[in-house]
Protein backbone atom coordinates (compact mmCIF):
# COMPACT_ATOMS: atom_id res chain seq x y z
CA UNK A 1 0.00 0.00 0.00
CA UNK A 2 1.28 3.67 -0.82
CA UNK A 3 0.35 6.18 1.38
CA UNK A 4 -0.63 9.55 0.45
CA UNK A 5 2.28 11.91 0.33
CA UNK A 6 0.87 14.18 3.37
CA UNK A 7 1.39 10.93 5.63
CA UNK A 8 5.14 10.30 3.93
CA UNK A 9 6.66 12.63 6.42
CA UNK A 10 6.52 13.69 9.99
CA UNK A 11 5.10 16.85 9.56
CA UNK A 12 0.78 16.71 10.65
CA UNK A 13 0.28 20.35 8.91
CA UNK A 14 -0.64 19.19 5.54
CA UNK A 15 -2.62 16.29 6.35
CA UNK A 16 -4.56 18.58 9.00
CA UNK A 17 -5.49 21.17 6.32
CA UNK A 18 -6.27 18.56 3.76
CA UNK A 19 -9.20 17.28 6.76
CA UNK A 20 -10.40 20.60 7.16
CA UNK A 21 -10.80 21.29 3.97
CA UNK A 22 -12.91 18.21 3.43
CA UNK A 23 -15.15 18.03 6.73
CA UNK A 24 -15.64 21.50 8.16
CA UNK A 25 -14.92 24.41 4.86
CA UNK A 26 -18.00 24.85 2.89
CA UNK A 27 -18.08 25.00 -0.19
CA UNK A 28 -17.07 28.33 -2.24
CA UNK A 29 -19.70 27.32 -4.95
CA UNK A 30 -22.70 26.51 -2.63
CA UNK A 31 -22.41 27.55 0.57
CA UNK A 32 -22.76 24.13 2.14
CA UNK A 33 -20.09 21.36 3.27
CA UNK A 34 -19.40 18.61 1.62
CA UNK A 35 -22.11 15.54 1.70
CA UNK A 36 -19.00 13.51 2.17
CA UNK A 37 -18.44 14.98 5.46
CA UNK A 38 -22.19 14.11 6.46
CA UNK A 39 -21.26 10.61 5.84
CA UNK A 40 -20.16 9.37 9.44
CA UNK A 41 -22.77 11.11 11.54
CA UNK A 42 -25.70 10.71 9.32
CA UNK A 43 -28.32 8.92 11.32
CA UNK A 44 -31.95 10.81 10.28
CA UNK A 45 -34.25 8.09 12.05
CA UNK A 46 -31.81 7.69 15.68
CA UNK A 47 -31.63 3.87 14.60
CA UNK A 48 -28.19 3.46 13.49
CA UNK A 49 -26.92 1.73 16.35
CA UNK A 50 -30.21 -0.40 16.88
CA UNK A 51 -30.20 -1.27 12.86
CA UNK A 52 -26.61 -2.55 12.84
CA UNK A 53 -27.25 -5.81 11.18
CA UNK A 54 -29.71 -5.05 9.31
CA UNK A 55 -29.08 -2.94 5.91
CA UNK A 56 -32.05 0.29 5.70
CA UNK A 57 -33.53 2.74 4.14
CA UNK A 58 -31.27 5.34 5.70
CA UNK A 59 -28.21 3.04 4.27
CA UNK A 60 -29.59 3.28 0.85
CA UNK A 61 -29.54 7.52 0.91
CA UNK A 62 -26.51 7.79 3.52
CA UNK A 63 -24.21 5.73 0.41
CA UNK A 64 -25.31 9.24 -1.92
CA UNK A 65 -23.91 11.39 0.07
CA UNK A 66 -20.43 9.78 -1.19
CA UNK A 67 -21.63 10.10 -4.64
CA UNK A 68 -23.49 7.18 -5.72
CA UNK A 69 -26.92 5.86 -6.61
CA UNK A 70 -28.54 2.65 -5.79
CA UNK A 71 -31.19 1.92 -8.69
CA UNK A 72 -34.82 1.18 -7.42
CA UNK A 73 -34.93 -2.61 -8.55
CA UNK A 74 -31.63 -2.93 -6.61
CA UNK A 75 -33.03 -1.01 -3.70
CA UNK A 76 -35.74 -3.20 -3.72
CA UNK A 77 -33.67 -6.08 -3.36
CA UNK A 78 -31.35 -5.07 -0.76
CA UNK A 79 -34.01 -4.36 1.29
CA UNK A 80 -36.72 -7.29 0.43
CA UNK A 81 -35.36 -10.15 -1.42
CA UNK A 82 -32.00 -10.45 0.57
CA UNK A 83 -32.37 -8.46 3.34
CA UNK A 84 -32.31 -11.72 5.86
CA UNK A 85 -29.30 -12.99 4.06
CA UNK A 86 -27.52 -9.86 4.75
CA UNK A 87 -28.45 -9.80 7.87
CA UNK A 88 -27.19 -12.61 8.72
CA UNK A 89 -23.57 -11.76 7.26
CA UNK A 90 -23.59 -8.80 9.25
CA UNK A 91 -24.11 -10.94 12.02
CA UNK A 92 -21.29 -13.41 11.23
CA UNK A 93 -19.30 -9.94 11.01
CA UNK A 94 -19.77 -9.08 14.07
CA UNK A 95 -19.50 -5.69 16.12
CA UNK A 96 -17.47 -2.80 14.39
CA UNK A 97 -13.73 -3.01 15.65
CA UNK A 98 -11.26 -1.45 14.40
CA UNK A 99 -9.22 -3.04 11.63
CA UNK A 100 -5.60 -2.15 12.81
CA UNK A 101 -6.78 -5.16 15.84
CA UNK A 102 -7.12 -7.98 13.05
CA UNK A 103 -4.12 -9.87 13.81
CA UNK A 104 -5.56 -12.53 11.11
CA UNK A 105 -5.37 -12.42 6.99
CA UNK A 106 -8.59 -11.02 5.20
CA UNK A 107 -9.54 -13.36 2.98
CA UNK A 108 -11.74 -14.12 0.19
CA UNK A 109 -13.25 -16.75 2.53
CA UNK A 110 -13.69 -13.54 5.46
CA UNK A 111 -16.90 -12.77 6.49
CA UNK A 112 -16.52 -9.45 5.53
CA UNK A 113 -15.66 -10.07 2.23
CA UNK A 114 -18.38 -12.45 1.94
CA UNK A 115 -20.64 -9.62 2.33
CA UNK A 116 -19.14 -7.37 0.20
CA UNK A 117 -19.26 -10.26 -2.27
CA UNK A 118 -22.81 -10.43 -1.99
CA UNK A 119 -23.75 -6.93 -2.17
CA UNK A 120 -22.11 -7.02 -5.70
CA UNK A 121 -24.24 -9.54 -7.15
CA UNK A 122 -26.88 -7.63 -6.45
CA UNK A 123 -28.78 -5.78 -9.61
CA UNK A 124 -27.21 -2.13 -9.90
CA UNK A 125 -24.40 -2.48 -6.92
CA UNK A 126 -20.57 -2.70 -8.32
CA UNK A 127 -17.34 -2.75 -6.45
CA UNK A 128 -17.35 0.77 -5.21
CA UNK A 129 -20.96 0.62 -3.85
CA UNK A 130 -20.77 -2.19 -1.89
CA UNK A 131 -17.78 -1.22 -0.02
CA UNK A 132 -19.45 2.24 0.82
CA UNK A 133 -22.87 -0.22 2.14
CA UNK A 134 -19.88 -2.20 3.93
CA UNK A 135 -18.27 0.65 5.31
CA UNK A 136 -21.90 2.38 6.58
CA UNK A 137 -22.57 -0.82 8.58
CA UNK A 138 -18.70 -1.76 9.75
CA UNK A 139 -16.69 2.03 9.55
CA UNK A 140 -13.94 1.17 11.78
CA UNK A 141 -13.52 -2.87 10.41
CA UNK A 142 -14.14 -1.55 6.48
CA UNK A 143 -12.42 0.83 4.53
CA UNK A 144 -14.30 2.52 1.18
CA UNK A 145 -12.85 1.72 -2.10
CA UNK A 146 -13.14 3.78 -5.40
CA UNK A 147 -10.56 4.39 -8.19
CA UNK A 148 -9.52 7.39 -7.09
CA UNK A 149 -8.18 6.01 -4.00
CA UNK A 150 -7.26 3.07 -5.28
CA UNK A 151 -5.10 4.57 -7.78
CA UNK A 152 -3.53 7.12 -4.91
CA UNK A 153 -2.77 4.00 -2.86
CA UNK A 154 -2.12 1.54 -5.11
CA UNK A 155 -4.69 -0.48 -3.99
CA UNK A 156 -7.07 -0.99 -7.19
CA UNK A 157 -6.78 -5.47 -7.42
CA UNK A 158 -6.49 -5.55 -3.38
CA UNK A 159 -7.79 -3.06 -1.12
CA UNK A 160 -8.63 -3.84 2.45
CA UNK A 161 -6.15 -6.68 2.93
CA UNK A 162 -2.97 -4.36 2.39
CA UNK A 163 -4.71 -1.53 4.56
CA UNK A 164 -4.95 -3.97 7.13
CA UNK A 165 -1.37 -5.33 7.56
CA UNK A 166 0.17 -1.50 6.87
CA UNK A 167 -2.73 -0.21 10.10
CA UNK A 168 -0.81 -2.95 11.76
CA UNK A 169 3.27 -2.42 10.85
CA UNK A 170 5.15 -1.42 13.70
CA UNK A 171 2.86 -1.83 16.63
CA UNK A 172 0.12 0.14 14.94
CA UNK A 173 1.97 3.17 14.10
CA UNK A 174 -0.34 4.41 11.35
CA UNK A 175 -3.68 3.86 12.62
CA UNK A 176 -2.00 6.06 15.98
CA UNK A 177 -1.50 8.50 13.44
CA UNK A 178 -4.38 8.38 11.71
CA UNK A 179 -6.44 8.79 15.07
CA UNK A 180 -3.81 11.71 16.04
CA UNK A 181 -4.49 13.46 13.27
CA UNK A 182 -8.22 13.12 13.61
CA UNK A 183 -8.01 14.97 16.58
CA UNK A 184 -5.49 17.80 15.50
CA UNK A 185 -8.13 18.41 13.09
CA UNK A 186 -10.69 18.53 15.60
CA UNK A 187 -12.68 15.36 14.54
CA UNK A 188 -15.18 13.51 16.81
CA UNK A 189 -14.15 10.21 17.15
CA UNK A 190 -17.28 9.32 15.79
CA UNK A 191 -14.93 9.17 12.48
CA UNK A 192 -13.20 6.18 12.51
CA UNK A 193 -8.89 6.34 11.57
CA UNK A 194 -10.00 4.31 8.15
CA UNK A 195 -11.97 7.77 7.28
CA UNK A 196 -9.32 9.79 7.96
CA UNK A 197 -6.75 7.59 5.46
CA UNK A 198 -9.64 7.52 2.74
CA UNK A 199 -10.06 11.25 2.42
CA UNK A 200 -6.46 11.97 2.60
CA UNK A 201 -6.07 9.53 -0.33
CA UNK A 202 -9.33 11.12 -2.19
CA UNK A 203 -8.82 14.62 -1.99
CA UNK A 204 -4.84 13.93 -3.39
CA UNK A 205 -6.66 11.91 -6.49
CA UNK A 206 -9.11 15.20 -6.40
CA UNK A 207 -5.70 17.31 -6.81
CA UNK A 208 -6.37 19.57 -3.56
CA UNK A 209 -3.30 21.06 -3.06
CA UNK A 210 -3.20 21.40 1.25
CA UNK A 211 -1.64 24.57 3.11
CA UNK A 212 1.85 23.60 4.46
CA UNK A 213 2.45 20.57 2.10
CA UNK A 214 6.01 20.78 0.89
Same mark, same amino acid.
Given at each position: ?104 ? $?? +??? %??? #????? &????? @???? !? ?57 ? $?? +??? %??? #????? &????? @???? !? ?5
Amino acid at each position: MRLPKVLRGEDDAAAVDVLHEYFTRRLVKTGYLRTGALWDTFDPSGRREADRDVVTADDLVAVTLLSVKIPAQGALILLGDRRAELSSLLREVGEDRDLAGESDP $LT +EES %PVS #RLEAA &LTEIH @GIGR !TTATKLVARKRPRLFPIYDRVIGLQMGTTTSHTEPIRVALRENDGELHRRLAGLRAKAG $LA +ESV %PAL #RILDV &LAWMQ @GKKY !TPNGAG
